[in-house]
Structures are given as C-alpha cells and as structure tokens.
C-alpha cells in the first residue's frame, strides 16, 4: 500500500550544552524550523525537567515534531513526521544541527503507514 | 554510546472508522496507554483535523506519545518514545490494536540518541 507519512528521525551529538538546556531558545527553533520546512503549525507544546533537559512538540497540518534535549549528554533526538507533499522536512535537519552548534547528526528516514512487505 | 531512549513506531490498519475519527476517544486510549505503560503524564495537546483524522501528543516524563489517525483509511501511526528502565513501551501495541479495533499492527524499534555504527 501507499505510505501515508515520512518520518525523520535525526539524533544530533555534541550540541552546545547550554542551548540545549534553554526551553525558550528551543521552542523558538523548532518552530522556526517548521515554519522553514513549509508546515503549518497548529499548536505546541513544551515541558522543561528538573534538574535539566527539554522534551517539546508542534502539532503541525502535517503530523508533528518532536524534541528531546539531554543537557548533560550534548545529545537532541527530533522526530519530524509530515504527510504529504507541501513539506520540505529535510531543510529541517541541516536547520537544527547549526543552531544547536551539533558536533554530528545521525538521520533516519522511514516510511509510516505502510504494511510491512 | 549507550542509548538514551527506545522509540517503538506501531502502524494499525483496518481500525474501526468511527472510533479512529473521535477526538476524545482517541485522547481517552492514549492517556489510559501512557498509565499501563507505567509513564508519568506530563501534559497532552490532541488536535481534530477537517474533515476527519485526529493528531495528538501525550509528553510523559519519559519523552514522549504521539498518534495520528486517518479514518479514511482505517490506519492509525503510534509513537511510544521512552528513556529509563520505569516504562514498559511494549504493553501499549497490543492495547491500542484491541481498542482500535485494527485487523493488522507493525511495530518496529529504534534506539535514539545512539550514533551510528
């Protein structure tokens, strides 16, 4: 069957630790990143840890981003998942690794919605 | 590098269409999956599209559940994103696939915030 969804799932190393820590600084560039990559935001939400760390989402048109921050480890895991052919989700990934100041990304691409072959 | 999470992408197709396209259903199975699942509910954002379909996000202190839902094609695409050893992910598959009513599930596993090999 036809696939419904593309889902990145990018994991970036190395970011600068205080960035990441900073649960303004990282709801501002996920939504600037969803606005870069063409979706169409419906709504967001962001949560910060104790003692650290940030875990965020924006609803968008096309399914959602999500965000995971892990101040002590460098480390961001974001999941970019959008139907259809309006988004441009890939301009996301080169986006988040220069604000985040990321050492290494890691990106995987899969299908959603479809049945397994 | 150890992993700093599981990610468990479930896709259901052959999903009861009416209950896939109401909203407070939807949020009703997904926060009940977070609770057997042993997470700790954080806060959750659900959204109804035009005409139908449903997109949502539970954030747990353990990352992260997110659903959408095209009734048009009976499909349903969960993500269970899960950090530490408290949760049990792998509860909410056969859960979700009872209360969908869904004919099939593929479930695949990810580590994140892994790098790669």
Do not use: Q
């Not at 900073?22 to 910060?48: N, P, Q, S, Y």
């Not at 002590?72 to 970019?80: M, Y």
């Amino acid at each position: 069957m036809t696939s419904l969804g593309r889902h990145l799932l990018i994991d970036y190393h190395g970011c600068d630790r205080e960035l990441i820590t900073d649960t303004a600084f990282v709801r501002k560039v996920l939504l600037e990143a969803a606005t870069r990559a063409g979706a169409t935001i419906v709504t967001d939400v962001f949560h910060t840890f104790n003692p650290h760390g940030v875990s965020g989402v924006v609803v968008i048109a096309e399914s959602h981003l999500a965000v995971h921050t892990w101040p002590e480890h460098g480390s961001v895991a974001v999941d970019v998942f959008s139907c259809g052919t309006k988004m441009r989700p890939e301009v996301i990934e080169a986006f988040l690794k220069d604000v985040f100041r990321a050492k290494t990304s890691f990106v995987r691409e899969l299908e959603r919605g479809s049945a397994p072959c």
